[in-house]
């Protein structure tokens, strides 16, 4: 039997334990019940789709390392990169042979990696050493360590490659300057320790970082120019990976412990509506044309699709057994969603909210990335050590 709240975020994140405070009654009341799932059950038939050209079918199966999660693709597609979060080591996959190219060796626990934008260096953190393994990824060797707060997870790069803030488990967010790999700023983030800020987002001009407090029920703002809190904002319980609009002019972050999405204008750092969802939403993605936001229900397997003109659940889509992140294609075709728990990943068709696929991967699939031109997508298996990659 699945459970909701804290224990559900045990689930959901592999590690930490939430818990829900109560909503502190600022936001404005805007939401809408979901409508009845539009996708009653997942085609049974698994295969390439050719009336929708997009990957459907397993092409092969990588071994990599132990309990592999998040991987990460360089922005022109040369190299993919999987952290194995019980192995402490980072399997480097070449997406023209599939096969492993390179095992670099990190910290414990590595968690949440990136690339920066121009592809010149991956940032892996590492829970339970405190530090940062930062690549190189023309001879995917570690060249530097940084030393941040304790359990760091979950950064993000400013769009010109120069900071990236890396949340920490208590209530800092680190400043690491990416030209000399040292912490220029720590950022206090919240009143007490133990408030979880994660699951960072910039706004595509790099004016703000927002910075979800899970046990805070808020999204602290800090502005890059002064790495200081510019703003507060209270939002649902359990706030966890936000999605920002490509044009900047709202940010959805889905509330874990009450089912609810948050949406926070920007200009005013205030919450214009309170969207209600399905059971346990623990992030949401964005359609590159910012036509659309998926949100996956991790209790009630379905995933919510937002109109952001009207912020209204437009369509709830029926899919597998506790979805989790999903990954969309470049075009925004489809979006691909990870059912943890039954092991396979099901395919949305953007145009029509039908699932259009369900394809058999390996053990407790999450983290789905595409290369950027949309050719493959590749699927982590935390369960079996091994990587799935979803082809034409």
Do not use: W
Not at 153 to 176: C, N, Q
Not at 206 to 231: C, E, F, H, L, Q
């Amino acid at each position: 039997m699945r459970v909701r709240g804290a224990a559900a975020l045990l689930i959901l994140a592999g590690l930490s334990i939430g818990s829900g405070c109560t909503d502190s009654g600022q936001q404005q009341s805007a939401g809408v019940e979901s409508p009845p799932p539009t996708s009653a059950t997942a085609p049974e038939d698994v295969g390439t789709d050719a009336d929708n050209e997009v990957p459907t079918s397993v092409v092969t199966t990588v071994a990599v390392g132990a309990s592999p999660r998040d991987p990460v693709v360089l922005p022109d597609g040369s190299a993919v990169y999987v952290l194995n979060q019980y192995g402490g080591t980072v399997s480097v996959i070449d997406p023209g042979t599939h096969n492993v190219s390179a095992t670099i060796e990190v910290g414990t626990f590595p968690e949440g990696a990136i690339a920066l934008p121009d592809g010149s260096a991956v940032y892996v953190p590492n829970y339970f050493t405190r530090k940062v393994s930062v690549i190189d990824p023309d001879t995917n060797t570690v060249t530097s360590t940084v030393k941040v707060g304790r359990g760091p997870r979950f950064p993000v790069a400013l769009p010109d490659g120069s900071a990236v803030y890396m949340p920490d488990h208590g209530h800092t967010v680190s400043v690491i300057d990416t030209s000399t790999n040292t912490v220029k700023a720590d950022i206090t983030v919240g009143d007490l320790i133990g408030e979880d800020p994660e699951y960072p987002v910039v706004l595509p001009d790099g004016s703000a970082v927002y910075v979800p407090k899970y046990r805070g029920d808020a999204v602290a703002v800090i502005d890059p120019r002064t790495n200081k809190v510019s703003a507060t904002i209270p939002v649902g319980r359990g706030p966890r990976l936000p999605a920002v609009l490509p044009d900047g002019s709202a940010i959805y972050v889905p509330n874990l412990d009450d089912d609810t999405v948050s949406v926070i204008d920007p200009r005013k750092n205030n919450v214009t509506a309170t969207i209600k969802v399905g059971a346990s939403p623990g992030s949401a993605v964005v359609l590159p044309d910012g036509s659309a936001i998926y949100v996956p229900n991790f209790v009630d397997d379905t995933v919510s699709v937002i109109n952001p003109r009207t912020n209204k659940v437009t369509s709830t889509i029926k899919v597998g057994l506790s979805p989790r992140r999903p990954g969309v294609l470049p075009d925004g075709s489809a979006v691909y969603v990870p059912n943890f728990d039954d092991d396979t990943v099901s395919v949305i068709d953007t145009s029509t909210n039908d699932v259009i696929a369900t394809v058999e991967v390996g053990d407790r699939p999450r983290d789905p990335v595409p290369l950027p031109d949309g050719s493959a997508v590749y699927v982590a298996n935390f369960g079996d050590g091994t990587v799935s990659v979803i082809g034409l």
